[in-house]
């Protein structure tokens, strides 16, 4: 039963360098979501996908780029790293949009160091 | 914009005690509301989700809300170490499906 589940765990960029997150879910929620967390700012929206074939900004738009690839992936791309987006980085999904109330799941998240 | 608000704590409690974590919204338009626990380099986990005026209790947890004032807390009963986390409360608007998030609450418990 694996929920949510993100790749890579860690990782260490120069800046300047590029790397897509991915991230997949197997419970058929139609949303997805990408959220990073810094200290003291909890849980900013990066981008969404209320449903397969749709993508929008959240808070944090800025440097970042989504693919919604099909029903079960989501990836989060970084053209060029920068030292300010050295966050940890979550992806989530509900069924929510169909079903009132339903919770957000969240994967293990990624550990993101651009030097 | 959409907000929410949560003091950022740190709330400490003794073992046993009652702990109270508390959360404001600014968009009338949040339908649906959540408490999420996150331990320390893990992911969030849910602990209450909550739509309705009132209480909702589960077990040692008590969810509030009052649409009116825009305010929605969590009551932790018989507090153990083991609740010692960080509580992040979390708004959704059911149109676009969007969750937002508070800061956290710290809460540690004292043995």
């Known amino acids: 039963n694996a929920g949510v589940t993100q790749t890579p765990k860690f990782q260490v960029l120069k800046t300047g360098q590029s790397m897509t997150l991915q991230c997949a879910q197997d419970?058929?929620?139609?949303?997805m979501y990408w959220y990073r967390q810094d200290p003291g700012m909890g849980l900013r929206l990066i981008y969404y996908s209320a449903s397969e074939g749709t993508t929008d900004k959240g808070e944090v738009p800025n440097g970042y780029n989504v693919s919604r690839l099909n029903k079960r992936e989501f990836s989060l791309r970084l053209e060029s790293a920068a030292p300010s987006q050295t966050s940890v980085y979550f992806c989530a999904s509900s069924d929510g949009g169909r079903v009132r109330g339903a919770e957000a799941f969240f994967g293990q998240g990624t550990r993101l160091t651009v030097v | 914009q959409k907000e929410v608000e949560q003091n950022s704590g740190p709330l400490s409690v003794p073992e046993g005690a009652i702990a109270s974590l508390n959360c404001t919204y600014s968009d009338r338009v949040s339908q649906s509301f959540f408490w999420y626990r996150q331990y320390s380099g893990k992911s969030p986990e849910l602990i209450m989700s909550i739509y309705s005026n009132g209480d909702k209790e589960d077990g040692r947890f008590t969810a509030q809300l009052n649409k009116a004032s825009q305010y929605v807390s969590l009551l932790i009963r018989d507090s153990q170490p083991s609740d010692s986390a960080t509580y992040l409360c979390?708004?959704?608007?059911?149109?676009?499906?969007?969750?937002?998030f508070g800061t956290g609450t710290s809460l540690t418990v004292i043995p």
């Open positions: 979390a708004v959704n608007m059911f149109a676009g499906n969007q969750f937002y």
């Open positions: 419970m058929n929620h139609n949303s």
